[in-house]
């Protein structure tokens, strides 16, 4: 009878081991493998997010690189143009440029008449400069086309006309032919015409006129005689 009670007693003891392992393990798993792997999970989502931060931060980096030579390429072919056309023209500047004409080509341009400048387009023009802070700030001004037209009759020869059409293409401020008429002078056997030129000018961009120094300019006599 005292070994039957006994193995009674150790199979209790036994089982309540064993659910006591049980209800330990099941604590074990709910206060600390899950918190731990909620943490984990936390942890791997923050990780993940740091590094979606890390590559787009990487992609910022490349892209600031890729704009800021983007800026400075369009800040160049924008002063490259805007180099083409002058401040201003004024009638002694193109009187200076009608002079230098003739030295250059060799012909002659007796007579010349002006109109008054005007403007024949406004443009607003952007302007993106990088801040003190490290960022970039954009704004918009007023850039002003001007044109106005010059006009003289001439008298030159076949290669002098051409000359002169190259010296109009090649010269470092922007004007074009607006008319042109030729006629061959059978007397002279030279051409002769007329001639209208548009010059241009831009005004807005901050580059001032410079009068030109005329100083060297025959400006004629103030005595009709020649004495």
């Known amino acids: 009878m005292e070994n039957k009670k006994s193995n009674g007693n150790d199979v209790k003891a036994f089982f309540l081991v064993f659910v006591l392992v049980i209800i330990a393990a099941v604590l074990a798993y709910v206060y600390l493998y899950m918190p731990l792997a909620e943490q984990k999970n936390t942890l791997m989502k923050e990780n993940y997010d740091l590094d979606v931060r890390l590559i787009n931060l990487k992609n910022m980096a490349v892209d600031e690189d890729v704009f800021k030579m983007g800026i400075n390429e369009s800040n160049k072919s924008l002063k490259k143009v805007m180099n083409h056309y002058s401040a201003g023209n004024t009638p002694e500047k193109s009187i200076m440029m009608v002079d230098y004409m003739e ?125």
């Open 103 to 227: 030295k250059e080509v060799g012909l002659r341009l007796p007579n010349l008449s002006f109109t008054q400048p005007s403007i024949i387009s406004t443009v607003k023009m952007p302007m993106v400069t990088e801040t003190a802070d490290a960022g970039y700030a954009s704004e918009y001004y007023d850039v002003n086309l001007w044109q106005e037209s010059l006009t003289t009759n001439y008298a030159c020869n076949y290669t002098q006309l051409k000359k002169l059409i190259d010296f109009i293409n090649a010269y470092p401020e922007r004007m074009n032919i607006d008319a042109i008429t030729i006629a061959f002078d059978s007397e002279t056997s030279e051409l002769k015409g007329n001639l209208t030129l548009n010059l241009f000018a831009v005004t807005g961009t901050g580059k001032e006129y410079t009068a030109p120094d005329i100083s060297g300019l025959s400006m004629g006599t103030g005595n009709i005689f020649g004495q």
